[in-house]
Every structure is written in C-alpha cells, then in structure tokens.
C-alpha cells in the first residue's frame, strides 16, 4: 500500500509535462506524485532527476493513493480523447473534495462540459490555461485557472509556488468558474497569433522595401525592444533574424519553408468571436494568414499574375524604421483591445466574472505574449474596470493618435508596392471603422430588407420596419413590422 505523501499530482511527463512537474518538485513544501500511461516515460523522469522530490507511480491506483488528501492531480496529455479517459479514471477513484485539473489546452466548451459532469460527484475539476511553453514549464509559467472558488484555495497556494512572478506578483490568478480559464487562454493564443503576424509584416516592410538584411533588421528590433515594443516575442524575433544556418550559411529564416503552421487555438479564437459577435478581425487575419501560406500549390499556380506595383518610398531608411515601429505598435494596440473585448463578452455569455485588469497583470510574465506594454493595459482596468475599449483609455488614445500618420503611410504605401500587410490592414481598417460617425452597414440593411424582408430600424422614430419593395419606387411603403 503507498503511504499518502504527495500534495500535488502529475498525470501525463511528456515535456511540458516533466517540465511542470519538476517546476512543482523544485518547490519548498510540494511533494510531487507523478504518473504516466507509460511507465518509461516516469522511470526516465526520476532516474534523471534523482534529486527533485518524486514519489513515481506505475499505476493509476498507486498514484492517486501517493496523494494527500484533497488529491490535487494535474493532467498534462494531450486534449481530446486522451484528456477525458484520464478525467474518468481519476474521477471513479477520487472523492468528493478532491480536485482534477486540466492544464492543456482545451477547447472552453469541452472544459464546461467536463466540470459539470466532474462537479456532480462532488470532486472539484478546474480547467486551466498555461502559456510559456517548454521553458515557462519548467521555469515559472502564466496559469489561468477556472473552477471553483473553493478548489482555488487549495489549488491557488500551489500555482502560485510555481507561476512566474512579474513586478513582485505571482502570474496566476482565479479567472472564474467552470471554463473561464481556458477561455481567457484561447484569446491569449489569439492575440499571439496577430503579434506575430503583425511582427512578421513590419520585418517583411523592411526587407523588401527598406532593403535590410534579416542581420540588420535583428538589430532594428533589438532596438525597438527597449521601447514601448518591448516584449518576449520582439526578443526572440531578433534572435531568429540574428541566426544562420549553419550548412549553408544562409540568414536561418531564407532557408525555413514560408508555411506556417497552427494548432487550433486561433481558430477558436476566431470562431469563438463570431459567434459572440466581436470582431475580431486582425487575430482573423493572423489565422488566414497562415492558412493562406501553406496553400502551396495555389501560390505557385498564381505567381505570374498581375502586380502592377509601385515602390515604397525608402530614400529615407531611418524615417521608414521610425514609420514601421509606429504603425507595428498602433496595430498592436488594435490586436489587444479586440482579445480584451472578446473576453469581456465571454464572460457576459458565460456567467463569469473576470477581472479584466487581473488578466492583463498575469501576462506580464512567463507568457508568450509578456511585454511592458501589458502595464498599460493594467493601469486602463485599474482606472475604469468597466472601460468599453481600451482605445478610450487616454494612453492607448494619445499613442494611436501619435502614430496614426506612419500607419496610414505605411498600409497605403506596403499596399501600392504589393507587399502583404493582412494584419496591418485589417487593423486600420476596424479603427476607422469603429471611429466612424456612420457606416455603410444602413445599406446592408436596405439590401437584407429587400431580398429577404429582414427589417431595419430607423433614425427618425422607434421600432421594426419592412419596406414593401416593388419595381415602381413611388409604391414604396415603411410599415412597422409585425416579425
């Protein structure tokens, strides 16, 4: 019989997992079970880390007798199928109290699904979000936990021991219940799908209108990255645009195929928003974006087809660094107030109640998408929790009014000159459309009337209207509508 030791579980030591679970044992105060289908996979995990405080399982009823009651265990396998026979194992041997949490990264709707089913028997189960990938495991992550309240106060001191710590605060927070913690790591994944979209267009601007070389441009955003563009994903950017490859000497990033790849998230994100009704539109464009450069053989077939460009004016190579950075940050901007208000209708459809100003302050660490910048969001949340866009906030207002002439110069000239700038675009595009006084959408309406009776309102009075639409314009009617 194993003797009850472990505070906290881990089912599942592929890398992400052994990684998390060595963060847990490097801890004072945790004890750490650990457990995977595969019984190597654990030996080899303990033999390498005779020192890290294990207790190893070869079995699923030997784990969850090494755990101190209320059994915590964290699941890190991949989601789908794998994740719910684990949550169904633990569940028959766990009581009520005990606490399953699902540290991958599930669809939201699958972890509302789960959590009420889990919660029936009285265990606890939690969905929560981790970001910082491989190293973030290992050496301090951003986690979002759902779930109840009650489970956060045993679960809560153990994240807490393991997240990263930004500014004197642990990157971890209760984000609310049931699937709110997945949620709010879904849009996480989005709005980092659109930085580094947007990251991509302001290298691809340089380099083919300024003429940098990816060395050149390495030291531009090392540049920018003691600014107001600082951030993890600026850093390591410079990095990759420093790299060469070693067999041919080439810049590494001329010899990687330009087909991006995609796990799922972005597109949830997308899918998600529509369904909410935000657009969402520039973290839209970072997933087409992708979709559209793994469409090979359309690319190759269409090669030769008109371009009629004409080149982006950089005789003046400082100016056009200086416009780039600009127009990279205004779209920035427009990335981060769009995820923000995608979670802030998520939570109105969903019953939570998430600190909008607590989320921002849990990336600035450990997370893919931790940058300075996030303080700034903070301070917005702080000063109005109930800010309609964080464009109204008077510093995202000042800093997109400061850069709004290099941006419409820079769309309208990477637009003339035939360079891609989806996400660059769409985002300037949305910020016009937002500020506008009046939308094209009153004809939308007129047209949806006319073909499918779908009723408009009006400017002048109240209620629902339909016209009786007819060949002669003068026998046109507005009646109030019936529907």
Known sequence: MVTPQANIGVVG??????????????????????????????RLLVSEHPEANFIASETIDDFVASLATPRTAIIMVQAGAGTDAVISQLAERFEPGDIIVDGGNAL?????RREK?????????VGAGISGGEEGALKGPSIMPGGSAESYKTLGPILSSIAAVAEGEPC??????????????????????ADMQLIAEAFDILRQAGGFTPAEIADIFIEWNKGELESYLIEITAEVLKQVDAKTGAPFVDVVLDQAGSKGTGVWTVQTSLDLGVPVSGIAEAVFARSLSSQAAQRAAVSGLPAETT??????????????????????????????????AGAAEYGWNINLGAVSKIWRGGCIIRAQFLNRIADAYDKNAGLLSLLLDDYFTEAIGASLPSWRRIVAGASLAGIPIPAFASSLSYYDGLRAPRLPAALVQGQRDFFGAHTYKRVDMPGTF????????????????TH
């Open 108 to 112: 939201f709707t699958d972890t509302i």
């Open 13 to 42: 030591l592929a890398v992400m997992g052994s990684n998390l679970a060595r963060n847990l044992a490097s801890r004072e105060g945790n004890t750490v079970a650990v457990f995977n289908r595969s019984p190597e996979r654990t």
């Open 311 to 344: 080149p982006l004016d950089s005789n003046d190579k400082a100016k056009l660094v200086n416009e780039v950075r600009n127009a990279l940050y205004a779209s920035k901007i427009i990335a981060y107030a769009q995820g923000f208000d995608a979670i802030r």
């Open 466 to 481: 339909h016209t009786l639409w007819s060949g002669d314009r003068s026998e046109i009617e507005s009646e109030p509508s």
């Open 172 to 193: 971890v927070t209760h984000v609310g219940t049931d699937g709110a913690g997945h949620f709010v790591k879904m849009i996480h994944n989005g709005i980092e799908y």
């Open 117 to 125: 089913a889990v919660s029936a028997t009285g265990v606890h189960f």
